[in-house]
């Protein structure tokens, strides 16, 4: 892509994120929602294949309808209330429009159909921006309004996001789909504590953002995009797939990894607010995100391809490893032991 | 509420259920998205006339800028789908299934 499109693109979705999370009246958030969706719009475009293209429709489609439904809500709620704060929402119908209108944006369920085509039709470091950049903005809002949500919604699609990232998640065999089904599940997790504790959203955010990065950059530096190119990609750089086995896990959220730290926080504050059965229910659902985690860690690792191969390692080639990616995976496979300081900040 | 708020509404309502439900072409689609947002233009208008508030004039034509912007991004994609697909028929949508 031209350097200068991608120059510019790249200052608009900072822009874009730097103003709808900076905000204060509805009217900035939209504008930061409306900037990000056009700067991300000739990112996934950009090759003009038939598959980006497709993509690139239902992403815009999506956003623009969501966009436009926030400001709808926020409208309602000026007409009633007489003004346009975004922590004072308080007409309950502006809430629920708000709440479907950011749902739409983020992919919970049941508006997370466009998530696994758009994912799975765009280049793997535009997969990361949309999984991780994207979702920033509309996080940021769900955190600013939460006082004022529904629960009984949020909860009921938190579930229902958990269940079906999990249970779509098993049959997929496109490294990118099951991607976008594991941040469909993470979502869910992230918006069942959101009434509760809005920090550790944020919280599950950010550790998600930091383990599915280093994730995307692995599958980047080996082009793994189906599973079956993943059963040869040990011979390319073979630490890489230990650390990808590790990484996987914490995104799973085992112990003592870096990923079971939301996972913990989350379960211990529904338990405090006497919502023992949506926790069990919910970490049940992440069994089967677990599974099909696994099944990747399999692949990667543990299987030898039937091909004839000969060699345990392939012949150099020159790809330098992004450094992001190194300081990723460590961060996101040794960082439990600093839960205390989680606890003391948020 | 009054007329002008169901009215307001209704629009609204009317051109995002057309949006949810569009059959046959992408360009029906983006029609009603510009019909939603002619909508929000004309109620952003309003306000400044019920709450005598002129500086809140200045909303509604920031949302026209950025409504126009996404209305030439959807024209752009539009144009984009017909050179791959073929015709901008939503049936022709489907590369990317699970």
New interface residues.
């Given amino acids: 892509m031209n350097p200068q499109a991608k120059l510019i693109s790249a200052t608009s979705l900072f822009l874009g994120t730097s103003i709808t999370i900076s905000s204060n009246h509805w009217?900035m958030a939209?504008?930061g929602l409306?900037?990000n969706?056009?700067a991300v719009?000739p990112l996934i475009?950009k090759s003009?294949?038939?598959?980006a293209?497709?993509?690139?429709?239902?992403y815009?489609?999506t956003q623009?309808?969501a966009s436009?439904?926030l400001?709808?809500s926020s409208?309602t709620n000026?007409?009633f209330s007489?003004q346009w704060d975004i922590t004072q929402l308080t007409h309950p119908m502006s809430c629920m429009l708000l709440t479907t209108a950011i749902s739409i944006k983020l992919g919970l369920v049941p508006f997370h159909f466009w998530f696994?085509?758009?994912l799975?039709?765009s280049t793997m470091t535009t997969c990361l921006l949309l999984a991780t950049v994207m979702k920033f903005p509309p996080i940021t809002l769900f955190f600013l309004t939460s006082p004022s949500l529904n629960p009984t919604l949020l909860s009921l699609m938190a579930i229902a996001s958990a269940a079906l990232g999990g249970w779509?998640g098993l049959?997929?065999t496109q490294t990118r789909?099951v991607l976008a089904f594991s941040s469909i599940a993470h979502l869910g997790w992230m918006t069942i504590i959101l009434i509760y504790n809005p920090n550790l959203t944020l919280t599950a955010f950010y550790l998600y953002t930091m383990t599915t990065s280093a994730i995307f950059f692995i599958l980047n530096t080996t082009n793994t995009l189906k599973l079956s190119t993943m059963m040869t990609a040990w011979t390319k750089i073979p630490p890489l797939t230990t650390v990808f086995m590790l990484t996987l896990l914490s995104l799973a959220g085992l112990p003592p990894l870096t990923g079971f730290l939301p996972k913990w926080l989350i379960i211990q504050e529904l338990t405090k607010q006497g919502l023992t059965i949506m926790a069990t229910t919910i970490t049940l659902l992440s069994l089967l995100g677990l599974f099909f985690y696994l099944r990747l860690a399999y692949c990667a690792t543990i299987t030898l391809p039937p091909n004839f191969i000969n060699y345990t390692k392939q012949w150099q080639i020159n790809k330098p490893t992004n450094i992001l990616t190194t300081t990723l995976t460590t961060l996101s496979i040794l960082l439990l032991p600093l839960s205390p300081m989680v606890f003391t900040v948020s | 509420m009054t007329f002008l708020?169901l009215s307001f509404y209704s629009a609204?309502t009317l051109s995002?259920l057309g949006?949810?439900f569009h059959r046959m072409h992408?360009i029906s689609?983006l029609l009603c998205?510009e019909s939603?947002?002619l909508s929000?233009y004309i109620?952003?208008s309003m306000?400044p006339i019920q709450?005598q508030m002129t500086s809140s004039t200045l909303?509604p034509i920031?949302?026209l800028a950025?409504s126009a912007?996404?209305a030439g991004?959807?024209l752009a994609?539009l144009v984009?789908?017909t050179?791959?697909?073929g015709s901008d028929q939503l049936h022709n949508?489907n590369?990317?299934?699970?």
């Fill in positions: 009217m939209w504008i409306e900037i969706t056009l719009l475009s003009h294949h038939p598959r293209i497709e993509a690139s429709t239902k815009f489609l623009a309808a436009t439904l400001l709808f409208m000026a007409w007489g696994p085509e758009v799975q039709g779509m049959n997929q789909k | 708020h609204f995002s949006l949810a992408l689609a998205l939603m947002m929000m109620a952003l306000w709450t909303m920031l949302m950025f912007c996404e991004a959807g994609i984009a789908s050179r791959t697909h949508l590369l990317l299934q699970c």
